[in-house]
C-alpha cells in the first residue's frame, strides 16, 4: 500500500460544483428526481439463477468515461440519484444495479424484510453479468465505486477479473464487521441460530435483528446531514419494497467467509484503490479496513474527518471532498 494519508489536496484535481444541502432544502432535489427520470434507463437483468435485479443506467452524450456503482447494505439506486446526478455532470456515465435480496431486486427469503444471501459470490455473479451484458459494449474499461458492503462484493469481483476495472473507490468499505460482543458468544450465537435455520428450513435474522424501523435522524448512524437522510428515507417511503429489516444468519456467514478470502488475497488486487475512510464510523471495522487495504499494493487511503458512514450523502464539507478525490482519482488517467 503507498501513502496511507494521502491529503485531499493530493486527490483532487478539479472542483465542480457538486449540489449542496441549501440547494436540496430549497427544492433542487425534485430538479434532480425529474432529470433522472428523463434521463436513467431503468429495467431488470434476468441473473444466471432467474433473479431478477433492477438496474439503472445513465448515459450522456459528451461524457467520455463510464461508472459502475456497486452499493451497499440495504440501497437501492433511487437513494443513489442525487450522486448520479453529479457524477453525470462530472463527465461520468453511470451503471448501478440493486442487489439481489434489497432495494427493487427480487428478495432473497419469503420474508421481505430479510436481509439474507446464501453466499457472496451471487452477489459477484450477478455485478459480473451486468458489466459483462451492460457495461462493456459502450465501454471497454469502467471505473468501479463501491460503498460498504458492494466494496466487499467489488473487491471480490476483482479477485476474479483483475483487469475489468480501469481503478475502483471503495468509500466506507465493509473490510471488517463490528462485533458487538465477544468473538466465542457471537460463534456460538452463530452456530445455534444456523441449527435452528437450518431445522425449521428457512432464514432466520440474526440475534437482535428484526423488520424495518424507521429512524429518527437525531438516531441514525449513517450521516449527519439531515435533508439527505429526509430524500433517503422519503425514497424508503415512496418504494416500500426498498425498506430492508436485519441480516439473517446466512448473511453474516456469508459476509465471515467473503471476508475470510479478501484478507487471503487482497495482494492479488493491483489495480489502483483508492479507499474513502469515514473516520467517525460505527457500521463497520476501520482497524479491520486499514489492516486489509495495507495487502493492496497499489492503494490510497484517504481519511474524512468527521465523516459518518454514508460519505457519499454526508454533510457538504465532507462529500465535496469524497467527491473531489473521487472525480481527481478516476481522471488521472486522462492527465
Known amino acids: 500500500m503507498s501513502e496511507k494519508t494521502n491529503t485531499y489536496e493530493q486527490l483532487n484535481k478539479h472542483a465542480p460544483c457538486w449540489t449542496t444541502e441549501t440547494a436540496l432544502a430549497q ?23 432467474g433473479i431478477q435485479c433492477a438496474y439503472a443506467i445513465v448515459r450522456l452524450p459528451d461524457n467520455t468515461q463510464s461508472i459502475v456503482i456497486s452499493a451497499g447494505r440495504v440501497e437501492s439506486y433511487v437513494k443513489y440519484k442525487e450522486v448520479i446526478y453529479d457524477l453525470a455532470h462530472a463527465g461520468f456515465d453511470i451503471y448501478i444495479m440493486d442487489h439481489r435480496g434489497q432495494g427493487l431486486s427480487q428478495h432473497s427469503s419469503d420474508n421481505l424484510m430479510h436481509g439474507h444471501v446464501e453466499d457472496f459470490d451471487q452477489y459477484v455473479t450477478d455485478l459480473l453479468q ?14 468501479l465505486l463501491c460503498h460498504s458492503m458492494g466494496s466487499a462484493i467489488g473487491a471480490l469481483a476483482l479477485l476474479k477479473r483483475p483487469q475489468l476495472f480501469k481503478r475502483v473507490v471503495f ?26 435455520s437450518r431445522l425449521l428450513a428457512k432464514p432466520l435474522y440474526f440475534v437482535g435483528q428484526g423488520d424495518y424501523a424507521p429512524e429518527l435522524f437525531a438516531q441514525n448512524k449513517l450521516m449527519q446531514s439531515q ?39 487482497a495482494n492479488e488486487i493491483a489495480i489502483p484503490v483508492l479507499c474513502l475512510n469515514a473516520q467517525k464510523d460505527a457500521v463497520v471495522d476501520n482497524q479491520l479496513q486499514f489492516a486489509l487495504l495495507q495487502q493492496m499494493p497499489n492503494a490510497q487511503w484517504l481519511s474524512i474527518e468527521g ?18 478525490a473521487i472525480l481527481g482519482f478516476f481522471e488521472h488517467d486522462d492527465e
Request: include cysteine; proline fraction near 5%.
Open 27 to 49: 427544492g433542487h432535489g425534485q430538479v434532480i428526481d425529474e432529470w433522472f427520470a428523463q434521463h436513467a434507463q431503468t429495467g431488470r437483468l434476468t441473473t444466471q439463477d
Open 171 to 196: 468509500s466506507a468499505p465493509m473490510f471488517g464487521l463490528l462485533v458487538p460482543v465477544p468473538l466465542w458468544l457471537a460463534h456460538a450465537m452463530m452456530f445455534i441460530g444456523m441449527f435452528v
Open 130 to 143: 451486468f458489466v459483462d451484458t451492460h457495461v462493456l459494449p459502450h465501454c471497454a474499461t469502467p471505473q
Open 307 to 324: 465523516a459518518k458512514h454514508e460519505v457519499l450523502f454526508e454533510q457538504d464539507v465532507m462529500r465535496q471532498q469524497a467527491l473531489d
Open 227 to 265: 435533508v439527505r437522510y429526509e430524500r433517503f428515507r422519503q425514497s424508503q417511503q415512496q418504494y416500500p419494497q426498498t425498506q430492508l429489516g436485519g441480516v439473517t444468519y446466512q448473511w453474516v456467514k456469508a459476509a465471515n467467509q467473503a471476508l475470510e478470502i479478501l484478507n487471503e488475497r
